[in-house]
Nanobody, 120 residues
Framework: QVQLVESGGGLVQPGGSLRLSCAAS????????MGWYRQAPGKEPEELVA????????NYGKSVKGRFAISRDNAKNTVYLQMNSLKPDDTATYYC?????????????WGQGSQVTVSS
């Protein structure tokens, strides 16, 4: 069994910062891509926020490029999302994602979701 557990969401004022964390646990042979998607009411489902490969290559959604930074600690099987200069449009539920080899075939796993609300 593989689990992804997220932490770090909450309420922040416009212009503020938050950091999300997501730790993978269970039977893990190798973690390929890790990243974050988000879903807000009335918007495109599962919008890509950021992805990072096992080699460290980063990829960002257009709306967050330059404001958000993704990183990962392979020793801890953890991915982080540093969110700066937050805007009300960033309000959404953020889902951690990881493509993990646990037995013979890699599968996509998802975290439980973290609510991020940007409001004054």
């Amino acid at each position: 069994q593989v689990q992804l557990v997220e932490s770090g969401g909450g309420l922040v004022q416009p212009g503020g910062s938050l950091r999300l964390s997501c730790a993978a646990s269970g039977r893990i042979i190798h973690i390929h891509d890790m990243g974050w998607y988000r879903q807000a009411p009335g918007k495109e489902p599962e919008e890509l926020v950021a992805l990072i490969t096992s080699g460290g290559t980063e990829n960002y959604g257009k709306s967050v490029k330059g404001r958000f930074a993704i990183s990962r600690d392979n020793a801890k099987n953890t991915v982080y999302l540093q969110m700066n200069s937050l805007k009300p449009d960033d309000t959404a539920t953020y889902y951690c994602y990881a493509y993990i080899l646990s037995w013979s075939t890699p599968y996509a796993y998802w975290g439980q979701g973290s609510q991020v609300t940007v409001s004054s």
